[in-house]
């Protein structure tokens, strides 16, 4: 067992290491909007705005002060949840981000869902049948995941299933005859209305997510079967394994319950990282399907110019990255007691 | 004076080698012939080559304009057929020769961010490695603080600070890929410092910086190279999806992200314009990854999946 003041040390020092990566984050987003070339004061008095309308706005934004300082209350704001306003709507960012946020988490979670039921599998099979036939099937899907545009193939995609077979519906959340009578509580349309006993409407949500949320979760399955692959053959390896063999224990048991529950510690990691990335997917994935997500929200502050806007979202992405990370790791000293022992 | 095929294979295989560059050239024909027997990676490596042909010889091959539209009365949106093997798009350009021509785009991309991301990774990582204490540390919280962005949506930050057009775009995802070579310069340079050959140079009197140049980059650069090609295919689809937002090249430019995002408007109906740029992306990816996948079974088999 480890003594206390170590354990404290350890904690010290995570916490210093996330202290400092936030402030390099805000460090990243602070000086990627020095260098834009909008001059912020135009961007908020209109450029018909006479001089001393134009000083005043200057000293208000606090330009005239040095960098530092600045800098410092950049980072007093961000810290206390002001994002600042958007250039165009002057609205509230923060308030903004919070309303498209849902749309955003729910479609990434039916997508990680989908990845993992359908990447775990197949990484153990393709483990179990390794140079065969079913293992050169699963990587050759794999290759395609990681090579394809997302945004292509949500376009062929809505070509295929939405346009050509009627399958699915097109591009958005929900029809806009539904879309207000589920009231909105926690955001996730598929909860609310599902709450509400509102089963059409949860028929038509699932009809619009299914497509965009297939597509996350194929490439999301394509490095979960990977990773699965390569740490079930690592287990399958062990001397454990033959023992249970000898043992006579049978071959479904060894794979699915010995081999797998060793495999599933580093895997969750795996799984947090994807569920990251999947955020990232999210911005190319939105503009296709016109979901009203953080990804739409940041191409559509882009397209504007809005800057405030691209980096309060970029810096709240920045955050859950980080946030994941971290509680990938947490996760996986509580799940691993060699790592939790070694400390 | 020219050798025959066989003494050729000779000289290179031979158990005593009588120079230094007989011994390496040997060692790079064993890599190959280790190589050449991975299907998949040859079939990548094909692709590659095809893009670097069809590159540089994109005025042979392509038939017509990329830039300068057809007849506008009759040519638009045309499907493919034996004059346009690709159809032709809402300007009336012929689609086949914009993808060609495209790939110069995607070669230049690929080729600028390695020049650019490579030699800041083995800067960062090596100069962290070698000296450790304070430099390394914030060196690698540097690194650090780059990998905790997604790297898509740092690009999208940069150019949008920056301005969209193809040189900003590679500037914006150079920026974004040198982190994972850092780490794995310095992780590299760790194993490498310690070692007596090291030490001896340095008694003799060799400068850090000489030591960093001479010594330690060399013994970083393969698995580093490894590492840049795995990641080509992640550079293309990022700059792809840059054009497809409408932040890398701009129209009339034939990038093929941009591409697709021009065809999307016509999807339901003239469904070619948008589904071929889209073929050249994953087709080029597809043989940068299948490559990546065969250099590293060969040339670090601890990685191997």
């Known amino acids: 067992m480890r003594a206390p003041s170590a354990f404290l040390w350890q904690v010290t020092k995570l916490l210093a290491t996330l202290a400092l990566t936030f402030i390099g984050l805000l460090l990243v987003t602070f000086l990627i909007g020095r260098i834009v070339p909008v001059d912020p004061v135009l961007a908020v008095v209109g450029d018909r705005a ?135 509580t926690t955001g996730l349309l598929l909860i609310d209305s599902a709450m509400q006993g509102q089963w059409d409407a949860f028929r038509n949500v699932v009809s619009h997510i299914i497509l965009p949320a297939s597509l996350l979760g194929y490439f999301s399955m394509a490095y979960i079967s990977r990773m699965t692959r390569s740490f079930m053959l690592n287990e399958l390896a062990q001397e454990y394994i033959t023992t249970a063999r000898v043992k006579g224990v049978p071959e479904w048991r060894i794979i699915w319950i010995h081999a797998l529950r060793n495999a599933a510690v580093p895997l969750v990691t795996v799984i947090a990282l994807s569920y990251a990335s999947l955020l990232e997917g999210s911005v190319l994935t939105e503009t296709v399907f016109a979901w009203p997500g953080l990804g739409q929200y940041l191409t559509n502050s882009l397209q504007n110019a809005d800057m405030n806007a691209v980096l309060g979202g970029t810096m709240v992405i920045g955050v859950i990255f980080v946030g994941l990370n971290l509680l990938s790791d947490l996760l996986y000293t509580l799940l691993d007691p060699r790592v939790r022992r070694r400390g | 004076m020219s050798m025959t095929e066989s003494s050729r294979r000779e000289w290179l295989l031979t158990d005593h080698p009588a120079s230094r560059r007989q011994a390496r050239l040997g060692q790079m024909y064993r890599t190959w012939l280790t190589f050449r027997q991975n299907r998949l990676a040859m079939v990548g490596l094909g692709i590659v080559v095809l893009l670097v042909l069809v590159a540089i010889f994109a005025d042979l091959i392509a038939p017509y304009d990329p830039l300068i539209s057809g007849d506008l009365r009759t040519a638009r949106l045309l499907p493919p057929s034996w004059n346009h093997p690709m159809g032709t798009d809402e300007q009336a350009r012929d689609i086949f020769s914009r993808v060609v021509y495209g790939s110069r785009l995607t070669l230049m991309v690929v080729a600028l961010v390695a020049i650019i991301a490579t030699p800041i990774g083995l800067l960062v990582g090596t100069t962290a490695g070698y000296f450790g204490g304070w430099v390394d540390i914030i060196l690698m919280r540097i690194t650090d603080i780059f990998l905790a962005f997604p790297r898509l949506i740092l690009a999208l930050a940069f150019v949008a600070a920056l301005g969209p057009g193809i040189e900003n775009a590679i500037i914006a995802i150079a920026i974004t890929s040198w982190p994972p070579y850092a780490r794995l310069a310095r992780a590299e340079t760790l194993t490498i410092r310690d070692t007596d050959y090291i030490a001896a140079i340095r008694l003799q009197g060799a400068s850090s910086a000489r030591i960093i140049s001479g010594h330690v980059v060399p013994l970083c650069l393969s698995s580093v190279i490894i590492r840049v090609t795995l990641d080509m295919a992640g550079i293309i689809l990022t700059a792809a999806g840059l054009g497809f937002l409408g ?51 060969v040339l670090d088999p601890k990685g191997r999946g």
Not at chain 1, 61 to 80: A, C, H, N, R, S
Not at chain 1, 90 to 95: F, L, S, T, V, Y
Not at chain 1, 120 to 135: I, N
């Open chain 1, 50 to 184: 006479s001089q001393s309308v134009y000083d005043k706005a200057y000293i208000e934004l606090g330009l005239d002060k040095p960098l530092y300082e600045q800098f410092w209350i950049y980072m007093t704001k961000m810290v206390t949840g002001d994002l600042g306003q958007s250039f165009l709507t002057k609205k509230d960012i923060a308030d903004d981000i919070l309303r498209v946020f849902p749309a955003t988490l729910e479609l990434a979670t039916v997508g990680i869902l989908i990845g993992t039921v359908l990447g775990l599998p197949l990484g153990v099979l393709a483990a179990v049948k390794k140079g065969k036939l079913a293992d050169q099937l699963v990587r050759v899907l794999g290759l395609v995941g990681y090579s394809a545009p997302i945004f292509w193939l949500g376009l062929l995609g809505l070509l295929v299933f939405y346009a050509k077979l009627g399958w699915v519906a097109g591009p958005g959340r929900i029809d806009i005859g539904y879309e207000y009578s589920v009231t909105q």
């Open chain 2, 247 to 297: 932040l890398g090249a701009q129209p009339p430019q034939p990038e093929w992200g941009a591409m697709i995002a021009a065809g999307r408007r016509f999807l339901i109906d003239f469904w070619w314009v948008a589904t071929m740029p889209g073929i050249a992306i994953f087709a080029v990816s597809l043989g940068f990854n299948l490559l990546g996948d065969g250099l590293r079974d």
